[in-house]
């Protein structure tokens, strides 16, 4: 068994502690309302997680290929690879597991449309009257972009706006530690000059 000290297993350890804080905040997606912000915060947490852990999984396999220290032996080194694997495996299964949750929101979005929904709208239509349905479904699309673009713009503007008040709190934070630090200065002066 490898040291503790050895890098690739404290990035395995903490690759396994957020593949099971993962887990758990799918699991607590059940508790939360269907739509809403704080579902929405949560699912982009998970989102954000999961890439993480895609991030720290390649950084593992890269750690591999470039081992620090004592060279491994080939079954340590197929054991982690092993360890890799099933952790990459358990990833791709939470990762499907979320979005398969999210399949009912997407119904919410766009509207539940069976095939036979589809086709049902195709019976007994003749060449022209196929190429008017597929105008009308390029209308609603249309449309339906049209609202996505709308909505993509309104997330743009909120993400300037929280930009420019983040600009604005980091100059804020600045100009107080600069004024912490001339009324600690002066404070240090006095005492200095009291004693």
Do not use: C
């Not at 939360?32 to 947490?45: F, K, V």
């Not at 105008?135 to 339906?144: L, P, V």
Request: aromatic share 2%; no cysteine.
């Amino acid at each position: 068994m490898a040291a503790s000290s050895d890098p690739w297993i404290k990035e395995y350890n903490e690759a396994v502690k957020i593949a099971d804080d993962i887990n758990g905040m799918i699991s607590e997606r059940i508790s939360l309302p269907a739509s809403g912000p704080e579902t929405q915060r949560h699912a982009s947490a998970i989102r954000r997680k999961i890439t993480i852990l895609g991030t720290r999984l390649d950084g593992l396999h890269s750690l591999m290929s470039r081992p620090t220290g004592k060279p491994l032996t080939e079954k340590e080194m197929n054991r982690r690879k092993d360890m890799v694997a099933n952790l990459r495996s358990k990833a791709n299964q939470m990762a499907s597991a979320f979005n398969m949750s999210n399949f009912a929101n997407r119904d919410s979005l766009l509207g539940p449309e069976t095939k036979a929904d589809a086709m049902s709208r195709t019976v007994g239509s003749d060449n022209s009257g196929l190429v008017g349905l597929q105008r009308q479904i390029m209308k609603e699309q249309d449309e339906g972009l049209e609202k996505l673009e709308e909505t993509v713009i309104s997330t743009k503007h909120i993400a300037l706006a929280v930009n420019e008040e983040l600009d604005l709190h980091t100059r804020l934070i600045d100009d107080l530690d600069q004024h912490v630090e001339v009324t600690d200065s002066r404070l240090r002066h006095s005492l200095a000059a009291k004693t």
